[in-house]
């Protein structure tokens, strides 16, 4: 079982910036593929970036693309999501997933563990 919490959500200003935390415990990252997903208000959770086990290969939503940074400290058993020039479109519930693969997932449904979710409130 691999326990995942999410911190670092707030309420930040248009084009401000944001850097979310994703801390595991339970297993080791180095083996598992990471992923931010975001849910807002009466929409459906949607895929922002994902990552691979070793960090080396990334992958992003056309949507936060050049704004949004993922990364993995497998050391810290940790992953991020540095977000820069926020838009209030931005503004969701922001949950971490992990996988047992060496690929990189990009759909809520290779997913099987998430955390509780953290609130990202970008005003305008």
């Known amino acids: 079982q691999v326990h995942l919490v999410e911190s670092g959500g707030g309420l930040v200003q248009a084009g401000g910036s944001l850097r979310l935390s994703c801390a595991a415990s339970?297993?080791?990252?180095?083996?598992?593929?990471m992923g931010w997903f975001r849910q807002a208000p009466g929409k459906e959770r949607e895929f922002v970036a994902a990552i691979n086990w070793s960090g080396g290969n990334t992958y992003y939503a056309d949507s936060v693309k050049g704004r949004f940074t993922i990364s993995k400290d497998n050391a810290k058993n940790t992953v991020y999501l540095q977000m820069n020039s926020l838009k209030p479109e931005d503004t969701a519930v922001y949950y971490c997933?992990?996988?047992?693969?060496?690929?990189?997932?990009?759909?809520?449904?290779?997913?099987?563990?998430w955390g509780q979710g953290t609130q990202v409130t970008v005003s305008s």
């Open positions: 339970g297993r080791t990252l180095s083996n598992y593929a």
């Open positions: 997933a992990a996988d047992y693969t060496r690929l990189v997932v990009v759909v809520a449904s290779g997913y099987d563990y």
